[in-house]
């Protein structure tokens, strides 16, 4: 027998509105400072979707955000914690969301995600990313708006991310990315430049 989605809840920010705002504060300035780790407040995680995550979702998802599933985050749990708490729709279609919510197995293939149109560049879809850890990858060096010089980040993410990514770029037009793990978000915007070339990354 399937359980009613009632009995998939779970608690989720002790303060709703408090804790949303504080982790919503730091997902910007994770953006703003490119490549800089900012604390979240800590919720329970939704198995196999990490509390970083989950506060993620709720901070930044409402009825007017339709939101795409990696497979790996598709389950009766998640679908419903989101639906109940965040209210977003979950969308089929990769073209139709504005935040995407992925695994590190998803990120081979970043096509069909809507990178903005020259008009409207804000209309783009966000990627939140969930990895196992947010260093001990290769330090690719950052540059561009909200980073003094450059900075070393050291995200361990395979060659291929970066290939969509740059594929996907052209500012204005471009994804913004979060990653999350450990309590903790790191902000990747599309006007954040890796590297001196594809090279770097290879």
Not at 154 to 161: D, E, I, S
Request: proline share 7%; aromatic share 8%.
């Amino acid at each position: 027998m399937n359980r009613a989605p009632s009995d998939l809840l779970q608690a989720a920010f002790a303060d709703p509105v408090l804790d949303a705002q504080k982790c919503f504060r730091a997902a910007l300035k994770a953006l703003s400072e490119p490549g800089t780790r900012q604390t979240l407040v800590s919720v329970a995680a939704i198995e196999p979707l990490q509390a970083a995550g989950y506060a993620l979702c709720l901070s930044l998802l409402d009825n007017d955000t339709p939101l795409w599933l990696a497979p790996a985050f598709d389950t009766p749990a998640i679908r419903a914690n989101l639906a109940f708490h965040c209210g977003c729709p979950i969308v089929e279609a990769r073209e139709e969301a504005m935040f995407a919510l992925l695994d590190a197995a998803a990120l081979d293939d970043l096509s069909g995600f809507y990178a903005g149109s020259e008009r409207y560049p804000d209309q783009s879809c966000t990627l939140l990313i969930q990895l196992e850890r947010l260093d001990r990858g290769p330090a690719l060096s950052w540059q561009g708006p909200g980073i003094d010089g450059s900075r070393l980040v050291g995200l361990p993410l395979k060659p291929a991310f970066w290939q969509q990514r740059a594929a996907r770029n052209d500012f204005p037009r471009g994804l913004d990315a979060l990653f999350c793990a450990e309590g903790e978000v790191l902000g990747l915007p599309r006007s954040t430049r890796i590297g001196d070339s594809l090279q770097e990354v290879a």
